[in-house]
């Protein structure tokens, strides 16, 4: 979201410190090529802090639900709202759509990936793996909060055995540290029964919109780049001699 400010002048009543109390403004935003009389508004509200000259200055947040290239537009009523008088970014008295303002709505969380000992683990039943790790990059955030999570940031660690992540269990991970420019969280997972589990993280914001991450960062998520843990049931392992050596000198001959 941002905030957008538009400034109005009406003859014989803008003039002064006062508000010119017949003037309905509202902001509004859409797509590129859309026409600014359907665009989605919202009511703007006086901006007492600010008087430049005689004109009236409004405000409101304009917040897009949707990614991508949007364009704004202010407009006016002083005849309740039975006509509207729309503006641009520009200081020249007629409309042009061409140079409304324009906002990007962007994934604050920029980049985000797991990070595991070994891709594909094994893990014994109701006993704890090793750490878990995931990285996240957040944009006007990351960068300043050092030593300290992005604020309204949620990192969750999530399992599964599905091909459909959002049917995973979730679970809350912690802060970790700071690596680089890149918040750190860590989480050991306890599972309860045996398989193969396809392991993500999750990042999401106040919006609790889940960013996920696998193993690779440098693509956008797909599942089959999840870290793997087998988990397996300690009662079925076969013990097995794993090393062994001689450790006292033996004669050549007897």
Not at 9 to 35: I, L, P, R, T
Not at 50 to 60: C, I, L, P, R
């Amino acid at each position: 979201s941002a905030n957008a400010y538009g400034q109005v002048w009406v003859e014989n009543c803008s003039e002064g410190d006062k508000q010119c109390e017949s003037v309905v403004a509202e902001v509004g935003y859409g797509k590129e090529g859309d026409d600014a009389e359907d665009f989605t508004y919202t009511k703007a509200a006086y901006n007492e802090a600010v008087k430049t000259g005689n004109n009236d200055e409004y405000m409101a947040e304009v917040a897009p639900n949707a990614l991508g290239d949007y364009r704004v537009a202010y407009r006016f009523s002083v005849d309740g709202e039975a006509s509207w008088t729309y503006c641009d970014a520009d200081n020249a008295a007629e409309f042009t759509p061409e140079n409304m303002a324009s906002l990007k709505v962007k994934d604050p969380i920029e980049w985000c990936q797991v990070f595991m000992n070994s891709p594909i683990s094994v893990a014994k039943l109701d006993v704890a793996t090793d750490k878990i790790y995931g990285q996240v990059f957040v944009s006007d955030c990351s960068a300043t909060s050092k030593n300290a999570a992005c604020e309204g940031l949620k990192a969750e660690i999530g399992y599964g055995t599905g091909d459909d992540v959002s049917t995973f269990k979730f679970e809350t991970a912690d802060y970790e540290k700071d690596v680089g420019y890149n918040d750190e969280f860590s989480k050991a997972l306890i599972f309860d029964a045996v398989g193969e589990y396809k392991v993500v993280y999750a990042f999401s914001m106040a919006d609790g919109k889940r960013k996920y991450c696998s193993l690779n960062g440098s693509k956008p998520f797909d599942l089959a780049d999840a870290g793997t843990v087998t988990v397996v049931d300690p009662a079925t392992i076969v013990p097995k001699v794993d090393w062994c050596r001689i450790v006292s000198d033996v004669p050549a001959s007897m």
